[in-house]
């Protein structure tokens, strides 16, 4: 997890999603300085899930990605070369309420809840029928 922490509704979520248990949760912080080199910082951030190289390969991973859009691709360039394909990605989305009226508003205070988890390596193996 790169983003957020988990509350256990999002736990519950992301099983329903996957159907599997999750085994453990890993949370890293994504905070870079901007005025340093993205790409040490990055590696740095993945190395911090200690994950081993077998567990990089073999682990089914669903990865919360960093809301910031540069160190997503980063991070998912680092992924895709430790793993050997893009691994699951989950997408959250901000959780709306009913107004009185029947529409809808941003929850306050603002939250969020787990909306899918997209394979990015079908997506990829998909757009490369598209070449």
């Known amino acids: 997890n790169y983003s957020h922490p988990f509350t256990p509704a999002h736990l519950e979520q992301i099983e329903t999603l996957t159907g599997k248990k999750i085994e453990r949760v ?6 870079i300085d901007s005025q340093q080199p993205l790409v040490p910082q990055v590696l740095a951030l993945v190395e911090q899930t200690q994950l081993t190289p077998l567990e990089w390969q073999t682990a089914d991973l669903v990865i919360n990605p960093p809301a910031l859009n540069f160190i997503a691709v980063v991070l998912l360039a680092e992924l895709h070369g430790r793993c050997g394909y893009f691994p699951a990605m989950l997408r959250t989305r901000p959780v709306l309420e009913r107004r009185p009226d029947g529409s809808f508003q941003p929850a306050t205070p603002p939250r ?7 394979n990015l390596q079908a997506v990829r193996d998909e757009a490369r029928k598209r070449r």
Do not use: K, L
């Open 112 to 118: 969020y809840e787990a909306a899918e988890v997209i």
């Open 26 to 31: 890993v949370e890293v912080h994504s905070q």
